[in-house]
């Protein structure tokens, strides 16, 4: 008789599979159109530039973010320039020769020179090396605050005293108090102290999430910690267990913003797919769907590739899973599937 219901089962659930789960990809791209962290339309010309070896697009750019305070703006522009920069060093190369004191080159180094010591098998000591640069690239502008977020990365990696990371904090929010920047750096410097726990992280995400404008990314900052514990090692010496009330909490506060952005608006792009990826763990399918619907074609590196070397291909096949799993979840005769979809 087990064995019968469990069979049942099964079938209805494939019977429901096969019904549902191609009706719930309308609306969202084809796999085809879906790009990976896709510039918007300031970053893509100096990038184009750059790959042509002409440095002074992106010295327009950021000096322009730099003179009208779009902090959060030049933060994303420095850390996608910096990894082209790893890539296609020519322009940048110019550009140093060209510009040696320039602010905007001098935190684009730092910012390059952060990157590659994470990347590095000695990473503490190359990212104590970037220190003269971090220096400089703090020096360039004095109400700049992407400095100090490049300043809090490195010094998640050096394994800094929390007295030094007090410091740097201080420096980040006294330039600009609701920069989403400084505070996942300072977020992610918090998941790796020594001592740490979830509760000290959520703590620090959801305070900075109230503090936040009404449409800040900041508010997404709980969501960031969500995904932190969701992903985390377990064993001996990790941290402990989060209520699930609270994780429901954080994702809930992400989706409300999620809702006041416009569908496949760019600008949240990453807050959405962490969303998805932290919907997915809780198993809250219906609700990935709808923000798949609303993250639209722009897929982005993180957090997927905290899982697979192709973040575009895990991306697209765990948006294939969702709606497998919603489809498998709505009845034979109903219509479920267009309401989870958000109607999309």
């Known amino acids: 008789m087990v064995w019968t219901m469990a069979l049942l089962r099964a079938l209805i659930r494939t019977a429901r599979m096969a019904r549902h789960t191609a009706s719930l990809a309308a609306g969202l791209p084809a796999d085809e159109e879906v790009l990976l962290d896709a510039p918007d339309d300031r970053l893509g010309p100096a990038l184009v530039a750059a790959g042509r070896g002409e440095y002074e697009p992106a010295a327009k750019l ?80 004095p109400r700049d605050p992407v400095p100090w977020r490049v300043a809090l990365d490195q010094a998640r990696g050096t394994g800094a005293p929390p007295a030094r990371f007090e410091a740097l904090w201080g420096e980040a929010v006294r330039r600009s108090p609701h920069h989403y920047g400084c505070h996942v750096a300072a977020l992610r410097f918090l998941a790796t102290a020594g001592g740490r726990s979830h509760d000290q992280c959520f703590d620090f995400a959801e305070r900075a999430a109230q503090d936040a404008l009404p449409d800040s990314l900041v508010q997404a900052l709980p969501l960031r910690a969500a995904l932190g514990h969701l992903t985390a090692s377990t064993g001996p010496g990790a941290p402990g267990p ?65 899982f697979s070397d192709d973040p575009l291909g895990q991306f697209l096949e765990l948006r294939d899973g969702v709606r497998i799993e919603v489809a498998a979840s709505t009845p034979l005769r109903g219509r479920r599937g267009r309401d989870a979809s958000g109607g999309h």
Request: net charge negative.
């Open 62 to 141: 950021l000096a322009l973010t730099r003179e009208r305070a779009e902090w959060e703006n030049r933060d994303r522009y420095v850390m996608r320039l910096a990894t082209f920069a790893c890539s296609r060093p020519e322009w940048f190369e110019h550009w140093r020769r060209t510009e040696p004191d320039d602010p905007d080159m001098l935190l684009l180094r730092a910012e390059q020179a952060v990157a590659r010591g994470w990347a590095a098998p000695a990473r503490a000591e190359q990212l104590g090396a970037a220190t003269p640069l971090v220096t400089a690239a703090a020096q360039g502008d």
């Open 242 to 306: 989060v209520p699930q009330a609270r994780l429901d909490s954080a994702a809930d506060l992400a989706a409300a913003l999620s809702g006041r952005y416009a569908v496949a608006d760019p600008w949240p792009a990453e807050v959405r797919n962490v969303l998805v990826c932290v919907l997915v763990r809780l198993e809250r399918w219906p609700e990935a769907l709808v923000q798949l619907g609303r993250t639209g074609p722009y897929a982005t590196s993180f957090p997927w590739d905290r």
